[in-house]
Every structure is written in C-alpha cells, then in structure tokens.
C-alpha cells in the first residue's frame, strides 16, 4: 500500500501527509470503505468464519467505477508505448 514509504521532513510532513490522504481517498475511498467493513464484520471470527464471510459477500462496484475506469482507460492511451 505504500504507508510506510514515505520519508518527509518534519516542516513539510502535515502538507504532505495530507496530500497523500486525499490522493488514496480520490482514488480508492470505496476500496477503503469496504476493507474497513470486512475487518470490523470479521474481527472475533475464526479464520475459517472470516474467510467464508469474504467470499459469498460482495460489496459490488464502487457508485463512480465506470467514471474511474474510463478515466483511468483514458490517462493510460495517453501515454506513450515503452
């Protein structure tokens, strides 16, 4: 997840911790939002239980995945071929 990649210094890390919260937000804050949900539905649960629970429930797509796709299909035609 690259959290812990990040070295800033100690006048810049407030702006840049910032900066990186709202980048993770903008581009992944349903991801987040169901992972948050699965560990609080799993915790207490036996590996098996947990496990079980992770495979028959889906959260389905994000409300803006066609939007992020596209955009995303966009930005990569964009680049040039390496």
């Not at 910032?18 to 937000?25: G, H, K, R, T």
């Not at 915790?43 to 429930?57: M, P, Q, V």
């Amino acid at each position: 997840m690259h959290l812990a990649n990040f070295c800033f210094a100690d006048d810049r890390f407030d702006v840049e911790l910032a900066a990186l919260c709202a980048d993770i937000l903008a581009n992944s804050w349903y991801a987040n939002l169901v992972i948050k949900r699965a560990l609080i539905q799993t915790e207490g649960l036996t590996l098996k239980n947990a496990y079980a629970l992770d495979l028959f429930k889906n959260e389905g797509l994000a409300p803006d995945a066609v939007k992020r796709v596209t955009k995303f299909c966009k930005k990569k035609k964009s680049t040039p071929d390496e």
